[in-house]
């Protein structure tokens, strides 16, 4: 049996007026993350794991910025297709594993939500996607309430 690992980052600035999405979960939060799709940074490094491992570049090169077919697409669908390219080249997630990385909003009591709702958009089992969080003690952009970060790694097999 062939095992792939790959690791995601990604990052986006808090924004007034935008509503904030994170692992699929829409949350009640004052700003949320601007970027050109929902911003939503769990599942885009989720997608960035997914594609490094199966060697299929990055979330950039699949989903381009400059593409408006992709402005406010809902990252869900994007993870979906993603996959679906991962499928597609011979590849199955064994198993994944999200950190998002910020001061607030605590996600504790929705944590288990967005792990589901990454596995559904995967097709996957439930405890094949695990979501947790951080603080970075007020280091940093995220540390200073500017943004939020996260990271993902997940493991595929042919």
């Not at 594609?51 to 408006?68: H, Q, Y």
């Not at 406010?72 to 994007?78: I, K, Q, R, V």
Request: net charge negative; aromatic share 4%.
């Amino acid at each position: 049996m062939e095992l792939r690992v790959g690791i995601g980052v990604d990052a986006h600035a808090l924004e007034e007026g935008v509503p904030l999405v994170l692992g699929g979960v829409p949350i009640e939060y004052p700003r949320g993350l601007a970027g050109h799709s929902d911003g939503d940074v769990v599942v885009h490094a989720l997608i960035d794991a997914l594609l490094g491992a199966a060697n299929l570049g990055d979330i950039g090169s699949l989903f381009p910025s400059a593409d408006e077919q992709y402005r406010g697409a809902s990252s869900l669908d994007l993870l979906w297709e993603a996959y679906r390219e991962v499928r597609e080249a011979g590849w199955e997630l064994v198993n994944a594993d999200c950190v998002l990385v910020g001061e607030e909003p605590r996600i504790g009591e929705i944590r288990d939500e967005m792990g589901e709702r990454l596995a559904s958009a995967l097709g996957v089992e439930t405890g094949c996607v695990t979501v947790r969080a951080t603080t970075t003690d007020g280091l940093g952009f995220t540390g200073r309430r500017e943004g939020l970060a996260a990271h993902a790694v997940a493991l595929l097999r042919r």
